[in-house]
Nanobody, 114 residues
Framework: VQLQAYGGGLVQPGGSLRVSCVAS????????MGWYRQAPGKERGLVAL???????KYSDSAKDHFTISRDGARNTVTLQMSNLQPEDTAVYYC?????????WGQGTLVTVSS
């Protein structure tokens, strides 16, 4: 199983950005997919999760301006981010959870700066 994240980059404060993650390999056991992030000098923390059934969970900082979605046919999970602020600057990691294992993507850098 591999998770390939893409879509990060530089955006100005107040702007929007979308990061996506494509899963390959045997993904039939994935119950949950989502995103975590790690800012410089901080621990990795939850951003958003989505279950196979489409239920979502967001961190308090993400719930008002991030939206997670999942395309089962394309094995893709996408995080749409709006009204980005400098504190959203981080490496964003794709995440997938199976009953007996957890998978991480390589991370994509999102930088919010003027």
């Amino acid at each position: 199983v591999q998770l390939q994240a893409y879509g990060g980059g530089l955006v100005q404060p107040g702007g929007s950005l979308r990061v996506s993650c494509v899963a390959s390999g045997d993904i039939s056991s994935f119950n949950v997919m989502g995103w975590y992030r790690q800012a410089p000098g901080k621990e990795r923390g939850l951003v958003a999760l989505i279950t196979r059934a489409g239920r979502t969970k967001y961190s308090d900082s993400a719930k008002d301006h991030f939206t997670i979605s999942r395309d089962g046919a394309r094995n893709t999970v996408t995080l749409q981010m709006s009204n980005l602020q400098p504190e959203d600057t981080a490496v964003y990691y794709c995440y997938a959870e199976a009953p007996s294992n957890v998978y991480w993507g390589q991370g994509t850098l999102v930088t919010v700066s003027s």
